[in-house]
T-cell receptor, first 110, second 114 residues
Framework: KNEVEQSPQNLTAQEGEFITINCSYSVGISALHWLQQHPGGGIVSLFMLSSGKKKHGRLIATINIQEKHSSLHITASHPRDSAVYICAVAQRVSYDKVIFGPGTSLSVIP | DGGITQSPKYLFRKEGQNVTLSCEQNLNHDAMYWYRQDPGQGLRLIYYSQIVNDFQKGDIAEGYSVSREKKESFPLTVTSAQKNPTAFYLC?????????????FGEGSRLTVL
């Protein structure tokens, strides 16, 4: 079993729909990252959170430390949101370890 | 604008050749990282460096080498000892540890072995 899992693996939505991507993890963490990977391959950091909820524009990220679960929500989705969304968890262990999930591929259709 | 620059974007290599991927950052970040991405898998850590002239192996360091002679630069050499080098390589940096700080990524380098 992977230490970080995401669901769904692939997601197709109509423009304007509310989207939720889930991340569950099995290790103790100090923080959780949500990242966006564009079709060209570059990655942009969306959120880093260790508790509660953060909002940036149409994006909302939540985390429940007790349940080891995080969600990324996109409101009023747009075709430019089409990308791969990656969940990554950060651990304070003997070295600087970040474990990345496999990603969720999102396609928003006009 | 501050950021991370990787080059080349695409690289083709014959078996048995060493190749070096460049990573330069002007964010004044102490920590730099190299990750490998394969289809359907999460990013895996190859090497990281938290300070100039020091670096540590990650989870998949075999067949790779790095140097950190300057704060801004963290080149990765893919040696002929790497058995399956065809992959997408991403360089990243953070102000402190990636475990506690935001990660910044380059645009990546796609290496294909012919």
């Amino acid at each position: 079993k992977n230490e970080v899992e995401q669901s769904p693996q692939n997601l197709t939505a109509q423009e304007g729909e509310f989207i939720t991507i889930n991340c569950s993890y099995s290790v103790g963490i100090s923080a959780l990252h949500w990242l966006q990977q564009h079709p060209g391959g570059g990655i942009v950091s969306l959120f880093m959170l260790s508790s509660g909820k953060k909002k940036h524009g149409r994006l909302i990220a939540t985390i429940n430390i007790q349940e080891k679960h995080s969600s990324l929500h996109i409101t009023a989705s747009h075709p430019r949101d089409s990308a791969v969304y990656i969940c990554a968890v950060a651990q304070r262990v003997s070295y600087d370890k970040v474990i990345f999930g496999p990603g969720t591929s999102l396609s928003v259709i006009p | 604008d501050g950021g991370i620059t990787q080059s080349p974007k695409y690289l083709f290599r014959k078996e048995g050749q060493n190749v070096t991927l460049s990573c330069e950052q002007n964010l004044n970040h102490d920590a730099m990282y190299w990750y490998r991405q394969d289809p359907g898998q999460g990013l895996r850590l190859i090497y990281y460096s938290q300070i100039v002239n020091d670096f540590q192996k990650g989870d998949i360091a075999e067949g790779y080498s790095v140097s950190r002679e300057k704060k801004e630069s963290f080149p990765l050499t893919v040696t002929s000892a790497q058995k399956n080098p065809t992959a997408f390589y991403l360089c990243a940096s953070s102000m402190g540890l990636a475990a506690t700080g935001e990660l910044f990524f380059g645009e990546g380098s796609r290496l294909t072995v012919l």
